[in-house]
DNA sequence: CTGTTATGTTCTCACTGAGAACAAAAACTT
DNA sequence: AAGTTTTTGTTCTCAGTGAGAACATAACAG
């Protein structure tokens, strides 16, 4: 059994709901208000908020007038409230950004790293130098999979299987973790495209496919931890072997690795990004070997989106990466060959295929929403009652 | 916001949590180990039950001694508490059972159909035959998609997506319906092969593939209900076009098809079946030809679990119809291509696939399922508890 | 200036589950 | 056979919760 309850628990449970409809809303909202979205009368938000107020996690300020009536008051973080350090990971940066209640972000601190496992020193010190009172938990994202939730694998950096548990600070409240491409889908949907979609999907493509199925606002993980991979189906017919150790992945044909392949360059991390943007920039200027790469590159996406789409029926799929410029040069392309991968029977109602609006800061923004997923529970709320 | 929460709606809960406790439990327990099980007094475990037992959805009879300690009762389904009906409804047969809460099921009746929508008269007059005041929900399953979960599409009976409104009863109570291959893998999850897996996989290998995505004892239905479609993704590389309108669907390398079509037989749902049998018969006997057939078969739907498995992660995987027998003849065969298509840092543990044991009553079993789960609600509980 | 409207505040009340104390019924011990 | 131990059932009190009603307050509308 999950939950059990007590006439206790049920004023924890109501004041989390009250923060998390703080946290998740698109725009800040009156005490009144937020009595109707939660179903409890006036009293009771009165009760509620003054409990969240005197434990320094929510604020309550002044509403201007809008309208008749008494006037009242919009919630809002309290400015002495709890704070999320986020970090996002990638193959040669790091960002260090402090998030508050509702996902207002500050950057901290950022760097470039030497590509091995050194680099979680030098997080560790960010961190240090920005500690404050305020920070209540941390989120991380990394780029390749995190099996069990703390042995990371980056293939491309020759990271087998890095035991993470050493690693982070031991010093440090509660620390979550998780794949970039996962919580960039996470951050589509909970304050990006995605948003208030049921079921959908997110793909971030570089070199590589990375996506994540979500459903209900939740990224699903798997059981263990290693769900995502949809690059590594072969879902294009290519004959090619992947260095995942697979034949015929659908990231050999879809995504920067595939661009450079047909101009001769190897795969790499390097160097091939500068010549997938150039190829890109080709395309669009009319080179027609370029425009065929793209063409391609757009076809195969799109051939693998309506198998997944048959499989999962996804009401939206959203792209980051460069599938934000696969959007913008080849939306028909890839339509086009979706259609041709979906059951002609779902061809009237094909899933919505957008590019994410989160962009960049996907990972970071994911990682910040996992942060406060680990506090915004009754044990955590509870405990912080209690303290002040 | 899902559910308003006051003091009365505690009880609810408090209802439903053991109503839940006592249908999906392996085996009933007694009184005192529900207290413990849901975390509650027993006090308060005794004044629940009371409630239950007044509103006919609880029965206690005294347990038989099992060590020291004052003697106490175990809590079963009341003998005149609300029934479900399941009806599976197959491509030329259908079933009509009565499941009782916890999962006791009974059949009822059974017959041929003419595979036009009137065999839906039929199974109403079999309901009005059985029905009475204990019927609470029904539950069916049928083969095919239903869009929107009131639309059915079955391809190889040329059903284009008949509306489900008109054609089940219009004086019955809650009536639920969903797929077969979906609700014989929630009969895995809930009450079979895959009880306790957090996420896991379900497929049915007849003609074609379909199954489902479990996550936390739940099948996931997609945006519009029409998920699980796995055998519509390109996982084989196949060239030919497949009934579905997409070219080269896994579907056309797995199952009976696949097998029939190497003996040079149409693919068809009559005489298919049958033939079908026979090479599986001529396999086990020898026959080198039929054991090839048996061979790719066996592959391809290997490959298409690794690929699966890289994507979605599944702990375990549990087959139905045909698959049943290739775990039992080709096991090896699909272990071997399936850590093929598995990435290689996933190899040293790749998802256990099973054969599923709640066998031929998969679709009814799971109808039952979510029958139960359409009224183990607060609402239903509550409502119950007045009009007794 | 007065009425209307929306919200805040205060108070009572029904209900819930916790917890303690005690009772009951079986098995174990001597 | 009688007392002891163990487990469960029963009863009672109690703190806490949110609903609801009545009233207070502060803006706007005419």
């Given at each position: 059994?999950s ?18 409809a ?5 725009a800040?909202?009156?005490r009144?208000?937020?009595?109707r979205?939660?179903?409890?009368g ?5 009760a ?11 604020h ?18 309290h ?7 986020a970090?996002?990971f ?8 402090s998030?508050?209640l509702g ?61 993470l ?7 440090w409240p509660?620390?979550v ?38 459903i209900g606002g939740?990224?699903q993980r ?15 017919g290519?004959a090619?072997?992947?260095?995942c ?12 690795n ?12 390097g ?11 080709r ?13 391609a ?11 997944l789409?048959?499989?999962l ?15 913008r040069?080849?939306?028909?392309v890839?339509e086009?060959?979706c ?12 899933p ?8 960049e800061a ?10 406060w ?11 912080r009652?209690?303290?002040?």
């Amino acid at each position: 059994m999950s939950q059990t309850m007590t006439s206790a628990d049920l004023r924890a449970r109501n004041l989390v709901r009250l923060l998390r409809a703080v946290h998740d809303a698109a725009a800040p909202f009156t005490r009144a208000e937020a009595a109707r979205l939660l179903g409890i009368g006036r009293n009771t938000a009165a009760a509620l908020v003054a409990e969240l107020e005197q434990a320094r996690l929510l604020h309550e300020v002044p509403a201007e007038a809008g309208g008749r009536g008494r006037p009242t008051t919009m919630l809002v973080p309290h400015p002495e409230g709890p704070l999320a350090f986020a970090v996002d990971f990638r193959e040669d940066t790091w960002t260090l950004a402090s998030v508050e209640l509702g996902g207002a972000a500050t950057e901290l601190e950022g760097g470039e790293h030497d590509r091995t496992p050194r680099v979680f020193a030098e997080i560790r010190a960010a961190v240090a130098r920005h500690e404050t009172d305020r920070l209540a938990v941390l989120g991380f994202a990394t780029s390749g999979p995190i099996r069990d939730g703390h042995r990371l694998h980056i293939s491309h950096l020759g990271w087998d299987e890095v035991e993470l548990g050493g690693l982070i600070g031991a010093d440090w409240p509660t620390t979550v973790i998780d794949n970039d491409a996962r919580l960039a889908g996470l951050a589509e949907a909970r304050r990006g495209a995605l948003r208030g979609r049921g079921t959908a999907m997110h793909f971030h493509i570089d070199f590589d496919i990375g996506g994540t199925l979500l459903i209900g606002g939740d990224a699903q993980r798997g059981a263990h931890n290693i769900a995502g991979e949809f690059g590594h189906m072969p879902l294009t017919g290519s004959a090619l072997e992947c260095m995942c150790g697979v034949r015929g992945c659908w990231s050999l044909d879809v995504g920067a690795n595939a661009l450079v392949r047909r101009f001769g360059a190897r795969p790499g991390y390097g160097e091939g990004r500068e010549l997938a943007r150039e190829i890109l920039r080709r395309a669009e200027n009319g080179d027609t070997e370029a425009a065929d790469a793209l063409d391609a590159n757009a076809a195969a996406l799109g051939r693998g989106l309506g198998a997944l789409a048959n499989a999962l029926d996804p009401e939206a799929i959203s792209l980051s990466g460069l599938g934000v410029d696969l959007i913008r040069l080849r939306r028909e392309v890839i339509e086009a060959h979706c259609a041709e991968g979906l059951m002609a029977f779902r061809r009237t109602d094909p899933p919505r295929i957008v590019a994410g609006t989160v962009g960049e800061a996907g990972p970071l923004t994911g990682a910040a929403e996992i942060a406060w997923d680990a506090i915004l529970t009754e044990e955590w709320v509870r405990r912080r009652l209690q303290d002040a």
